[in-house]
């Protein structure tokens, strides 16, 4: 890139989480501008590997702000080439994200398992039910209330996501001039999920299709619609002084589970579903910025192809 070419800009909100630091990382190598926009601002750890792959960090602009509000978002957004939604929770209890990147020695292993699926399903009793909201539109395209249940699938996986669509297209909206708008429509990229296992709440994939469904709609922007299923990091206990996390014993059961069905001609009828590493989702995520025949729904057999 010459130095005389101005770089595109891209945020990235969620971008200290766990696929959004990497969509980060592999943006700045692909020469983008890029700002995070998260609760946190700065990166809480930093991420696996050798310390010399982390010269990006400091190329990064983090921002904290409030992901929910749309006058937080806005001066973010304001003449932003593209914009990633990379943040969502699997279950309602945002405990289990601690429990599964954290390390954990080869004797623990079963405790952290078995600390890890409590995680996962033990609830409040005052735990709201996702299965019984409905989608507001109102709500979501202004501002989402930052009540007591901040950790809901409809919440965090969809309300906040169309709430950044809506606040970009506005923030970038060629005003009356709607065919100009369509001919330039920019990238947003939400981070939605294949559909892997029984195990995985309803509540969880239906916010996320819905949110796929009205971002699709938005007229002056290109969607494109990442579908990956487990994540691990390739760099998980490599050249660290860390042990392996629960993330990476769990990642090679499903992985092991995948591999025996598909030998055995049964992947397709119980439903096994192939990992992924993080970093080839990331990098197929800002492929995907920079292909402008990229859009609607990328599945994760797309992503298993990608990353070979």
């Known amino acids: 890139m010459s130095s005389q070419t ?15 630091k990497r969509i ?50 806005a001066p973010q957004l304001r003449n932003a080439d593209a914009v990633v939604h990379s943040m969502g929770v699997l279950f309602e209890k945002d405990k289990y994200k601690d429990v599964i990147n954290a390390p954990v020695s080869g004797k623990a292993i079963a405790n952290s398992m078995k600390s890890f699926i409590s995680s996962c399903f033990s609830s409040s009793a005052k735990a709201a039910n996702p299965l019984n909201q409905t989608l507001d539109s109102s709500r979501a ?25 809506n606040t970009f297209a ?27 296992s029984p195990m995985i709440p309803s509540g969880y994939i239906q916010s996320k299709r819905q949110a796929e469904d009205t971002i699709a709609r938005i007229p ?3 969607p494109i619609l990442v579908r990956p299923g487990f994540m691990y990091d390739k760099y998980d206990g490599v050249n660290t ?27 397709m009828a119980i439903g096994a579903k ?17 292909d402008s025949s990229i859009e609607g729904v990328v ?10």
């Open 241 to 267: 002084h860390e042990p392996h996390t629960v993330r990476h014993y769990l990642g090679g059961i499903i992985e092991a589970q995948y591999n025996v069905s598909k030998t055995l001609g049964l992947d």
């Open 6 to 20: 101005l770089k595109k800009s891209l945020v990235v909100v969620g971008g200290t989480g766990f696929l959004g």
């Open 220 to 222: 002056s922007l290109r």
């Open 170 to 196: 506005e923030e970038n909206a060629t005003k009356g001039n709607e065919e100009v708008e369509q001919q330039a429509r920019k990238p947003f990229v939400y981070i939605s999920a294949e559909y892997t």
């Open 24 to 73: 980060c990382q592999a943006a700045v190598a692909a020469g983008w501008q890029v700002t995070s926009v998260s609760r946190y601002g700065k990166l809480k750890s930093l991420p696996t590997g050798p310390p010399t792959q982390n010269s990006w960090i400091s190329q990064v602009n983090w921002v904290s702000a409030d992901v929910f509000n749309k006058e937080s978002l």
């Open 141 to 165: 395209s202004s501002t989402v209330e930052p009540n007591d249940h901040n950790r809901t699938y409809n919440k965090v996986n969809r309300d906040s996501a169309i709430l950044l669509a």
């Open 299 to 308: 599945s994760l057999a797309a992503l298993k192809e990608f990353s070979r």
């Open 274 to 290: 192939p990992t992924l590493a993080v970093q080839d989702v990331a990098n197929a995520v800002v492929e995907a910025l920079n």
